[in-house]
């Protein structure tokens, strides 16, 4: 997963993740009232010069490049989740060069891998208040330098402690990542295309995951593991100073009483809109925003939400997901695919499958409803894992069997992405009035990041003492157990206005008869 959004100060956003099953859907903190809403619509507000001036010619030619401001940013924002989904994946590809270069004991291994979440939830907790505090233009200059910085130091050959101490920083920079980014995305698009470009972060992470696989692949000759993990410095910097040319967000700008700024960024965003009554309008939703205190969700209206919020993102990670990508050249290997070349290009494939996935769901979620494709993406994972289970259990590993690893393994990837995956944030912006939609957001990233931790740092244990078909079992239970939870607890939300979803959860998880 990788990602999430949290609780925090006035104006706060959660964030929208990608790699690791939280994937773009919802984005919380957006400016909601009605008024901001209407004045998208207001267009025709000329500049003051009589038609066909000189003044009124130059502002006519410069109008398309103003115009691209708000996609310019929120692409290049967008392009952190390549960083990210490179950084989360290409510890899967080095690991397999790691393992021989430095002798990894199961307990080393599971600490390289797990330590990045560690850094995550560090990062993700005060990422709320470094995007109030800086400003979410330099909060987004320290998420680039962080990857670049971290990224190059991490290619530094001098040993595990090391290594160990840069994939730390390296998490709280991706914590970071995850609330940051969506937030600049949405306050930079415009209406028309906000989802879409939140979308684009999702997409730039599973982007990100094959790149540092196909890397890995491409220098398995070489068993460079400093250039798979150092490679991603470069992207990082270009998006650095890509950045230095950008504003900050109107909607910063107003928090922070800097109303000319605002005026001046919102012009150039959109030169037709009238910049004053859209000022205006943030400043009123500013000031009318109630932002909820943590401990108001775990209050007795919102025990069944919360319990069913905290249950989910708990749901995506223990079963497996951001485990199997940190392992899956080193799985592939155990399931027959000896050659680390062919291990790492059969975690390839099945990350295009993930992305398949994600596109899938995209495509039916508003047509069939939540549900459908929930239920039916959690069934496929159990299969996968159970299929995996009975691979491991074989008296002889061959090729034959990673190609069973690799169906089975993308059945999983393909079904967790069409599911819950895809679906966790949606159903998470549902759950709570506005008021608390960060804060639930921040509980489900915690629980989320929790499972990460538990199920990275056990799964190579588990599988050195047990056997994989232990470890893979282990897996389809708790899958099992998901879909059971999902089948009794998820409602169908498709055509229910947010004020029918809260009043379901206020009246015990049942549509009232008006519904």
């Known amino acids: 997963m990788a990602g999430t959004r ?23 903190g957006e400016e909601g009232s009605g008024a901001q809403r209407a004045v998208g619509a207001q267009r025709g507000v000329d500049p003051p010069s009589s038609p066909g001036g000189p003044e009124r010619q130059a502002f006519t030619a410069q109008a398309p ?13 967008s392009a952190i989740g390549l960083i990210y989904g490179y ?37 993700a907790a005060v990422g709320p208040r470094v995007a109030n505090e800086l400003g979410r233009r330099r909060a987004m200059l320290a998420v680039a330098f962080g990857f670049m910085a971290f990224a190059g130091l991490s290619a ?6 090391w290594l160990t101490a840069v994939r730390l920083l ?53 068993e460079s593991w400093e250039a798979v993990l150092g490679l991603a410095a470069a992207p990082a910097g270009v998006v650095f100073l890509a950045l230095l040319r950008f504003p900050d967000s109107p909607r910063w700008y107003a928090m922070r009483g800097m109303r000319e700024r605002a005026l001046e960024t919102l012009r150039r965003l959109d030169p037709d809109a009238d910049a004053t009554t859209r000022l205006t309008a943030i400043e009123a939703d500013l000031a009318e925003s109630e932002h909820g205190r943590f401990r108001e969700i775990f209050a007795k209206r919102y025990a069944r939400p919360t319990f069913f919020v905290i249950a989910f993102g708990f749901a995506v990670q223990i079963t497996g997901n951001n485990t199997i990508l940190y392992f899956s050249p080193t799985i592939f290997a155990k399931a027959g695919f000896g050659d680390g070349a062919d291990s790492i290009l059969a975690s390839t494939l099945v990350q295009v499958v993930a992305a398949v996935g994600v596109v899938l769901s995209m495509a039916v979620v508003d047509r069939w409803g939540r549900r459908p494709p929930l239920i039916v993406g959690t069934a496929a994972m159990v299969v996968g894992h159970t299929v995996m289970a009975f691979v491991f259990a074989q008296d002889r590993i061959s090729t034959g069997t990673g190609y069973v690893a690799t169906a089975a393994i993308g059945l999983f990837y393909l079904g967790f992405y069409f599911g819950i995956g895809s679906l966790i944030w949606v159903y998470t912006g549902e759950a709570f009035p506005a008021r608390l939609r960060s804060v639930g957001a921040g509980a489900l990233l915690l629980s989320d990041f929790a499972a990460n931790l538990i199920a990275t740092f056990a799964f190579p244990n588990v599988l050195a003492a047990f056997g994989g078909s232990t470890a893979f079992g282990a897996f ?26 809260r009043g379901y959860w206020d009246n015990k998880a049942t549509w009232s008869s008006a519904g």
């Open 6 to 28: 949290s609780a925090g100060g006035p104006g706060e956003h959660g964030p929208v993740t990608g790699a690791g099953g939280l994937g773009a859907g919802t984005t919380i």
């Open 65 to 77: 490049e103003r115009r691209s401001l708000g996609t310019k940013v929120a692409v290049v924002a």
């Open 87 to 123: 950084d989360t994946g290409s510890i899967s590809g080095a690991l397999v060069f790691l393992e021989s270069d430095y002798h990894l004991t199961t307990l080393w291994t599971s600490v390289i891998t797990s330590i990045v979440v560690v850094g995550s939830l560090v990062g």
């Open 156 to 161: 530094l050959p001098l040993g595990l402690w």
């Open 170 to 222: 390296l998490g709280v920079t991706v914590g970071l990542a995850t609330v940051v980014a969506p937030v600049f995305i949405s306050e930079f698009a415009s209406e028309e295309n906000r989802g879409r470009l939140g979308t684009a972060f999702q997409f730039f992470t599973c982007a990100g995951v094959i790149i540092s696989l196909l890397t890995a692949w491409a220098l398995s000759g070489t």
């Open 476 to 501: 389809a239970l708790l899958s099992a157990l998901a879909l059971v939870f999902l089948y009794r607890m998820a409602p169908e939300t498709k055509g229910r206005s947010l004020e029918e979803i």
